[in-house]
């Protein structure tokens, strides 16, 4: 196949796997941000986590009232309270039945990686009908702060389609970002493990 014609399929293969999940419209975000760092590099990056330089400060308040300060960096998001954790930070519509369908995959990986993985969804549409089934951080659409602003400007997404998952390292930069249609639990594990 000519470098064209590999493009070309890249593309439609790209193109595809967007239009799959909830919504419609183009992204540049359906491929991993990077390869998940080796078991060094990840602590070695924790040690890190504080020299980020800030780009901008928000507050997310979540469906329980927890207040949670972000910091946007040029590699990613600190959330403080979880430094050091690995973070799922998942974009939902709480009527997207791809966003349904992943609770209970997130549920299971909170409840097995509960030392070492934050789960956190940002509702980007709906009403929280389903947030009592999430045993998972959920913050509804009115309190994400500047989270979409920052997650634009960080990957270029801008909520075309969900469910879109972003996977954060110790140090909150960003290793993993994909539009999802169906909820990839092996190869996200393996980041998981990667990371740890």
């Not at 979880?82 to 992943?102: F, N, Q, R, S, W």
């Not at 609770?103 to 389903?130: C, K, M, W």
């Not at 270029?156 to 996977?167: E, T």
Request: hydrophobic residues 35%; contains cysteine; aromatic residues 8%.
């Amino acid at each position: 196949m000519t470098k064209y014609g590999k493009t070309a399929a890249t593309l439609l293969l790209s193109g595809a796997l967007l239009l799959s999940g909830c919504g419609g419209g183009s992204s540049d975000n359906s491929t991993p941000a990077a390869a998940a760092p080796s078991n060094d590099q990840s602590q070695s990056a924790s040690a890190n986590t504080n020299a980020a330089q800030v780009l901008g400060t928000t507050t997310i308040t979540t469906t329980t009232g927890q207040n949670i300060q972000v910091d946007r960096t040029a590699n990613g998001f600190v959330f403080h309270g979880y430094e050091g954790k690995i973070v799922l930070l998942e974009v939902y519509g709480d009527t997207c039945p791809h966003c349904m369908a992943a609770i209970p995959s997130y549920n299971d990986i909170q409840a097995r990686y509960a030392n070492d993985v934050v789960v956190i969804a940002l509702e980007s549409y709906g009403s929280l009908t389903n947030a009592s089934q999430q045993q998972y951080i959920t913050v509804p659409k009115a309190n994400t702060g500047n989270m979409f602003t920052f997650i634009r400007e960080l990957t270029g997404y801008s909520l075309q389609a969900v469910p879109y998952l972003m996977i954060l390292a110790r140090d909150g930069s960003l290793v993993y970002q994909n539009v999802l249609a169906d909820f990839p639990k092996a190869e996200i594990e393996s980041y998981i493990q990667q990371l740890q």
